[in-house]
């Protein structure tokens, strides 16, 4: 509200006029509201819920095309577009785990591991495919940067403050993981498997997931062992946030 119409003189406002005003004052309004401690605590309610949707490395490397392309890696990517869809409206937490190697590390098989050089930082390989559709709200998740270790399990990630998984989770109160992703027999079991060991719930996004399948029944073997670990199987129909 303007001053129209009362003058310039403090004189001549009333002392109503001056409680009314000084309640507008310290009532929160626009960008400063977020900072009250009201605002704060309904921040912190808000990231109250339980649930969390974890995407593993749906990255250009792991994709056809890529340094090591999981067969039919894209196909998933419509689907998880849908499970992100809905996350988000039900602003539920999304992180996103990325493979995100140095040159120089035992992972590589020029350097006594068993893959081929993939997802090197900041290269095309280690970008999420294009067509993943992660708001900006995701947390990202980089793993595999120390050259002395594998690092197949979104629980060796950090986000970009150096905070692991974990941390997050905790601070989020998450007792549920969504997870799907690439690759099943290899990431997605390793990130499950270590979330059931930590006592959080998991639910296997079974469509929203592809094995490498070195030996065909790799990923059959995988999903039993996550679901003999406590690891429930849904898929998009049957999701209930
Ligand atoms: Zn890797």
């Not at 310290?26 to 509201?33: I, L, M, R, T, V």
């Not at 992180?95 to 140095?102: C, E, K, L, T, V």
């Not at 403050?161 to 998450?174: A, D, M, V």
């Amino acid at each position: 509200m303007g001053p129209q119409g009362r003058g310039s003189g403090f004189s001549r406002i009333s002392c109503e006029e001056i409680k009314t005003r000084e309640a507008k004052i310290n009532e929160p309004s626009g960008k400063e509201a977020q900072n009250t401690p009201r605002a704060q605590i309904n921040q912190r309610v808000d990231r109250m819920f339980p649930k969390a949707l974890l995407i593993v490395d749906v990255q250009n490397d792991f994709c056809p095309g890529g340094a090591l392309a999981v067969p039919g890696g894209d196909r998933i990517i419509p689907i998880l577009n849908q499970y992100i869809k809905l996350f988000h409206k039900t602003k539920l937490p999304i992180f996103a785990s990325r493979d995100w190697h140095p040159k120089v590390t035992k992972h590589f098989k020029e350097f006594g591991g068993p893959w081929p050089v993939h997802c090197l930082q900041d290269s095309r390989g280690a970008k999420f495919h294009p067509d993943l559709n992660l708001p900006s709200t995701t947390i990202i998740l980089s793993k595999g940067m120390d050259p002395k270790k594998d690092s197949y399990s979104a629980f060796q990630g950090v986000d970009k403050e150096g905070h692991s998984f974990l941390q997050i989770l905790k601070k989020f109160n998450i007792k549920e993981l969504y997870v799907g992703g690439l690759a099943t027999d290899y990431c997605v079991k390793s990130s499950a498997l270590d979330a059931l060991k930590l006592g959080f719930e998991v639910k296997l996004l079974t469509d929203a997931m592809k094995g490498v399948n070195l030996k065909a029944d790799d990923s059959k073997n995988a999903m039993e062992e996550m679901v003999k670990g406590g690891a429930e199987k849904i898929t998009l129909h049957q999701l209930n946030l």
